[in-house]
């Protein structure tokens, strides 16, 4: 499965972006997709994650109320609608997607991982 994630890029504080994540290959393998996050000197972080055949959602309690986390099966893509930005929400965020039924806020849960896309946030 390939993960390519795109729709990074710099914004000011207050300011949304979109990010997107196109799966291709063994797409039907797939039982969750999530975004994680790493800023630098931190660790890759949970943000948010789909399950992808009933669309149910998870966040972190960081992003809450202020990111949305959608599919759109029939392009196999997942979206991340990322509102209200704050410069800590600096990173590059990454899509990720998992082949069982496991903990979907754990890194080690996931089977594959795309690229990661940069999200700068000015103050």
């Known amino acids: 499965v390939q993960l390519p994630a795109s729709g990074g890029g710099l914004v000011q504080a207050g300011g949304s972006l979109r990010l997107s994540c196109a799966a291709s290959g063994r797409t039907f393998s797939i039982w969750d997709m999530g975004w994680f996050r790493q800023a630098p000197a931190q660790e890759r972080e949970f943000v948010a994650a789909s399950r992808y055949s009933s669309g149910s959602s998870h966040y972190a309690d960081s992003v809450k109320g202020q990111f949305s986390i959608s599919t759109d099966n029939a392009k196999n893509t997942l979206y991340l609608q990322m509102n209200s930005l704050k410069p800590e929400d600096t990173a590059v965020y990454y899509c990720?997607?998992?082949?069982?039924?496991?903990?979907?806020?754990?890194?080690?849960?996931?089977?594959?991982w795309g690229q990661g896309t940069l999200v700068t946030v000015s103050s």
């Open positions: 990720a997607a998992k082949v069982s039924y496991s903990d979907y806020v754990q890194r080690d849960s996931y089977d594959y």
